[in-house]
């Protein structure tokens, strides 16, 4: 069993597919949020205040979503009942996903300030590989 399975991930190495697959869903998410943004914008608001509202919201997002991984990782430890878990250890882990969150939210900038840049998909798709 396990060497069909090897022998399948050759093949999709060979065949680039695995490439193929990850530069489809990257580009679906950025073509869909230029589609609702040019919906949005015939709204009477300005696009600085729509780009800060969203900016905002992808923040407390990606904070509430690294916030319940944390919490159901500190469940799923006091369910296993593992050795050497203190409250400095529970502490340092709660900074590491709030640096960790805040960096995945730095990270995504670049890339609606690229979207935002060119009016053409094929840079944001080649920034994101």
């Known amino acids: ?28 998410p950025i073509m869909i949020f230029l589609a609702l943004l040019k919906n949005l914008l015939t709204i009477p608001v300005s696009r600085v205040s729509l780009i800060v509202s969203k ?18 990782t ?13 409250s400095a250890l529970v502490l340092q882990s709660l900074k590491q996903c709030v640096v ?7 990270l995504c900038t670049p890339t609606m300030l690229i979207t935002f840049l060119f009016k053409s998909y094929v840079p944001t798709i080649i920034f994101t590989t």
């Open 1 to 28: 069993m396990v060497n069909l399975l090897y022998t399948e991930l050759i093949k999709l190495k060979r065949a680039k597919m695995f490439m193929v697959s990850m530069l489809g869903a990257v580009s679906a």
């Open 55 to 72: 900016l905002i919201l992808l923040f407390l997002w990606i904070t509430v979503l690294t916030l319940i991984m944390w919490l159901l």
């Open 74 to 86: 500190l469940i799923l430890r006091l369910i296993g009942q593992f050795e050497g878990l203190t």
């Open 100 to 106: 960790g969150g805040t960096l995945l939210f730095l």
